[in-house]
């Protein structure tokens, strides 16, 4: 792993230390973000494909009496039956705080209270086929909204359940070990620093201390011949 | 307050008429492209599409799929399920965790 490139000074070190805890504190924070969103988001996934299927089978249904129905009515008859809708639908949109993913929260009204009454027709000339399909899809109306949130949710969900992997990734991967990295380059730059100065003062301090003896053996050498020229 | 809104070919949306949706029935694929477009301006929060038109416009769906609102959601139209929206949920798992966990025994 490369390391960063810096001076490989005292300052630096410091705060690519403080850099490295922040790092390593926001690592841990994200990954249990992100196991904590994929716990959720397992579980919505699951409910989901249960409430897909549930919803696509009912649906095929309705199709299947909405095929007879046009079958036994001609078109005319069928469109002027459905022009004008007697029920109108309304939703409210709350919002839903899910790990700090902002998620849609649907809330319907119908305008008709009366559910018995939700035909937009006379009986006079439609078929009971084409009751029975509006009756099972108000029916199933509530479910297929809730499919919609469900399957929003999941698809907020797993873009930011990729996101924040991604992030823990780059934290684990890169970014931490680049610390790391840097962080005993400049250790061992200092240290080598230190050695070399150590070294020197020895060598320093070699040089004094012979200077010191040579100075006082000539003076020992001196006090020397003066005794012995006496 | 928000609507909702059903694109699809006119067979298949006519119900969704009766039970007070706001229908946009549409034939080409550019014409529902510019209907999504249009709509998902407005205040509709969840659209659903049926399934032979949202295979064909997917990429502006796309372009919706990470925004808070409109929610758009397919729907099998009268020729039945071609099992887009399971494909959905499936791309949504492989996208978050890595793997397809979810459908293994499918």
């Known amino acids: ?230 | 307050m928000y609507k909702i809104g059903v694109i699809g070919d006119k067979q298949s949306i006519l119900g969704f008429k009766a039970v007070g949706l706001d229908v946009f029935d549409c034939v080409t694929k550019d014409d529902a492209r510019h209907t999504l477009r249009e709509i998902a301006k407005e205040d509709y929060a969840i659209i659903y599409i049926t399934e032979n038109i949202y295979a064909e416009i997917k990429d502006t769906v796309y372009e919706y799929n990470e925004k808070r609102l409109p929610a758009i959601i397919p729907i099998p139209g009268m020729h039945g399920t071609q099992g887009i929206g399971i494909q959905n949920i499936k791309k949504a798992v492989e996208k978050a965790v890595g793997a397809d966990i979810l459908f293994n025994n499918d």
């Open chain 1, 1 to 230: 792993m490369a390391r960063l490139n810096v001076n490989p000074t005292r300052m630096v070190l410091t705060s690519l230390k403080k850099r490295l805890k922040v790092a390593v504190k926001g690592h841990k924070m994200l990954k249990d973000k992100r196991d904590e969103l994929m716990k959720q988001f397992l579980e919505l996934a699951r409910e989901n494909k249960r409430l897909r299927e549930q919803v696509e089978a009912q649906i095929g249904s309705i199709y299947s009496n909405f095929v007879i129905a046009s079958a036994v009515m001609s078109s005319e008859i069928l469109n002027e039956a459905l022009m004008y809708p007697k029920q109108g639908v309304s939703i409210e949109v709350g919002r839903k705080n899910v790990m700090s993913v902002d998620v849609p929260v649907f809330d319907f009204t119908t305008t008709t209270d009366d559910t018995s009454n939700i035909y937009p027709y006379g009986f006079a000339n439609t078929s009971a086929e084409l009751d029975n399909a509006i009756e099972n899809l108000s029916g199933i109306f509530p479910e297929m909204l809730r499919l919609a949130a469900v399957e929003k949710e999941v698809q907020l969900l797993a873009a930011e359940i990729e996101k924040t992997r991604r992030r823990v990734n780059a934290l684990e991967y890169v970014m931490i070990p680049q610390f790391q990295e840097t962080i005993k380059y400049i250790q061992m730059k200092l240290d080598e620093n230190e050695r070399g100065n150590q070294t020197r003062l020895m060598k320093v301090k070699d040089l004094m201390v012979k200077a010191a003896i040579e100075e006082k053996q000539e003076k020992t050498q001196a006090a020397l011949d003066e005794y012995s020229s006496k």
